[in-house]
């Protein structure tokens, strides 16, 4: 079984530059999420969608983050305005099932760097 | 707020040590999850285990085993006979039974470094 596939693995942008991020869950998976892991952390969640609904965006920046799903599968993440705050790893995951119990499966991230 | 506490920023051992990674959280929450994942170098979290805030025995998986204890907040994990492929960054996290999302609460984590 394919696992979450990201893209790009590595960024660098300069401040104030856009960048997107993209994922693909692993098949069939209804909930998809996004972290933002800061070097030295553990990850924070950004956004969660059920299918192609938003559960749960509280921490996500809105003035500058944004994420889609569009049909339910792949997912994009988009910042705009960059920051130099923003340099972190961005997690993708998917679970089969939405609720506390379900374990995630992570992709390998990509890795920003805002110069 | 629920929140998770891994105090051990570092750990460095031998080869064939026995290691014990520290995970106290905090959450009001009667029904929750516990989880342990695994960071290694190429950046993907790897799922170890999940507990539910009702099953207290102690879980041994080869030279993995996971210490429960509710009255103590803790979710202690200890690697037997520790290997270099052991190292890598280790994540306590916490998710909520009733939050729908399933939203995982991570620690900080411990990054553990065995030595041949």
């Known amino acids: 079984e394919a696992g979450v596939a990201q893209s790009p693995r590595y960024k660098i942008i300069e401040k104030r530059q856009s960048v997107a991020f993209w994922c693909n869950p692993i098949?069939?998976?209804?909930?998809l999420y996004w972290y933002q892991q800061i070097l030295g952390q553990g990850p924070k969640l950004l956004i969660q969608?059920?299918?192609?609904?938003?559960?749960?965006d509280s921490q996500l920046p809105k003035d500058r983050f944004s994420a889609e799903r569009l049909k339910g599968v792949d997912s994009t993440l988009k910042i705009q305005p960059a920051k130099l705050e923003d340099s972190a790893v961005y997690l993708c995951?998917?679970?089969?099932?939405?609720?506390?119990?379900?374990?995630?499966?992570f992709g390998q991230g990509t890795r920003l760097t805002v110069v | 707020a629920q929140k998770v506490t891994q105090a051990q920023t570092e750990i460095s051992v031998v080869e064939k040590e026995d290691v014990t990674l520290d995970c106290v959280y905090e959450?009001?929450?009667?029904?929750?999850?516990l989880f342990w994942y695994k960071q290694p170098p190429s950046g993907e979290l790897v799922f170890l285990i999940r507990?539910?805030?009702?099953?207290?025995q102690n879980e041994i998986s080869g030279r993995y085993s996971w210490n429960f204890q509710k009255s103590t907040s803790s979710f202690n994990f200890t690697i037997t006979a520790s290997q270099v492929v052991d190292s890598a960054v280790y994540f306590c996290?916490?998710?909520?039974?009733?939050?729908?999302?399933?939203?995982?609460?991570f620690g900080q984590g411990t990054e553990l470094s065995v030595k041949p």
């Open positions: 995951a998917s679970s089969p099932r939405t609720g506390g119990r379900t374990e995630a499966f």
């Open positions: 959450t009001r929450d009667t029904t929750y999850y």
């Open positions: 996290a916490l998710s909520l039974y009733y939050n729908q999302g399933g939203k995982l609460i």
């Open positions: 507990r539910n805030s009702f099953d207290e």
């Open positions: 098949s069939g998976h209804a909930t």
């Open positions: 969608f059920q299918n192609n609904g938003v559960v749960d």
